[in-house]
């Protein structure tokens, strides 16, 4: 979670937006759940 705190993000937000993305998400497109792709 350091990355979260550098790039400036709520990481239990983040983490929960994840959470919620993740049952449908693709594994090849993991990339797009990085904490700095969260839109805050």
């Given amino acids: 979670m ?3 705190k550098l790039k400036k993000v ?7 937006w994840v959470l919620t993305q993740i049952s ?3 594994i ?3 990339d797009e759940l ?3 792709r969260y839109p805050a």
Wanted: glycine residues 0%; aromatic residues 6%; without cysteine.
């Fill in 34 to 36: 990085r904490p700095w």
């Fill in 24 to 26: 449908d998400h693709k």
């Fill in 2 to 4: 350091r990355t979260s």
């Fill in 10 to 16: 709520d990481t239990q937000a983040s983490l929960t």
């Fill in 28 to 30: 090849t497109r993991v």
